[in-house]
């Protein structure tokens, strides 16, 4: 693996998966493989998981890891080509990707959208400019309008705890008070697009996502119709994407949208965390034995791992 900025990067998604099952067994058997190898984490967001668990993925496997907090730490970066920088930017993506591709010999980068441009959030300025600058791979810890890490743990769970040959998947919009990006959502449809699953997405009338993304999965109105014999119920807010960004159904307008233990019926529950009790799911189905959400986030460890595996293998 060269990279992994998205889900185009997979080739094999069966063979991955069993492979971050077999890491999952025996974590510390390719300790040899990141020796003297470093990755640099950076981040322009907030993270629990995905820094928590990276981190110690690619401590797993031998490697050395850097930490960096960009919008706190670091000289506020420039992207634009042939801009004259003589507002806030101090430093050049040009320059900052290089300088940290002799540092590090892999580059993760978290960097939301702005949820005010689409045209620009969907450019992917932030990690096509470090993949188009850096001389070393680049992993997407989730950026504007993906999340891949993320939906390979997602894969991983739902592989691990199916009991059914094709499960039923649904995922659920659920309503949230502030504007959330669409990365978990995009990556988590066009992870089940790649599996062998019966995948139906269900969200209120006007919170369609990118046709992109979509394309031919099954999307139903009705929440309830939707969930109706579910395996696995996997639930995420996002903004609403026409009106780019904007939150127009609310807690107080769409709370019968929050996923309750009746909603649920016999179904797993998924959620990438954090989440929002009382608001997105009840306290009753978190804290049920139908909620597999501890299990997910302690797979974006070894979603994490198995990526930077194939990638350290093939810098070697
Ligand atoms: N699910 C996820 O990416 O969690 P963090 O935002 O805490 O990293």
Redesign the pocket.
């Known amino acids: 693996m060269k990279k992994y900025t998205g889900l185009d990067d997979i080739t094999d998604l069966k063979e991955l998966i069993a492979e971050a099952r077999e890491i999952k067994k025996n974590p510390y058997a390719f300790e040899h493989l990141g020796k003297r190898k470093r990755l640099v984490m950076l981040f322009f967001n907030?993270?629990?998981?995905?820094?928590l668990s990276t981190e110690k993925a690619a401590c797993n496997l031998g490697m050395d890891v850097t930490v960096m907090n960009f919008n706190s730490d670091a000289w506020k970066l420039e992207f634009e080509d042939g801009t004259v920088m003589n507002a806030d930017t101090s430093e050049h993506i040009k320059e900052a990707a290089q300088v940290i591709s002799q540092y590090g010999d892999v580059i993760a980068v978290r960097a939301f959208p702005t949820l005010t441009d689409k045209a620009k959030d969907e450019s992917e300025y932030v990690i096509s400019s470090f993949e188009k600058y850096a001389s070393v791979p680049v992993v997407n810890m989730?950026s504007a309008t993906a999340?891949p890490l993320?939906a390979l743990a997602d894969a991983i769970t739902i592989t691990e705890l199916s009991q059914q040959s094709k499960p039923k998947v649904v995922l659920s919009w659920a309503p949230h008070p502030k504007a959330l990006p669409h990365a978990?959502a995009n990556s988590f449809i066009g992870m089940m697009q790649k599996m062998d699953v019966d995948f139906t997405i269900t969200h209120p009338k006007g919170y369609e996502l990118s046709a992109d993304v979509v394309k031919n999965s099954k999307v139903v109105y009705d929440q309830d119709e939707a969930l109706k014999d579910a395996d696995f119920v996997y639930v995420k807010n996002w903004s609403n994407y026409k009106e780019y960004g904007k939150v127009i159904a609310t807690p107080e307008t769409h709370s019968d949208w929050m996923v309750t233990s009746e909603k649920l019926g016999t179904a797993q529950f998924m959620h990438?965390?954090?989440v929002r009790r009382n608001v997105i799911v009840a306290d009753e189905v978190l804290d049920g034995d139908q909620s597999v959400v501890i299990e997910q986030?302690n797979n974006?460890t070894f979603s994490a791992q198995v990526v930077l595996k194939r990638i350290l293998e093939n810098l070697a």
């Open positions: 907030s993270s629990l998981r995905t820094r989730e999340h993320q978990v990438c965390l954090p986030a974006r």
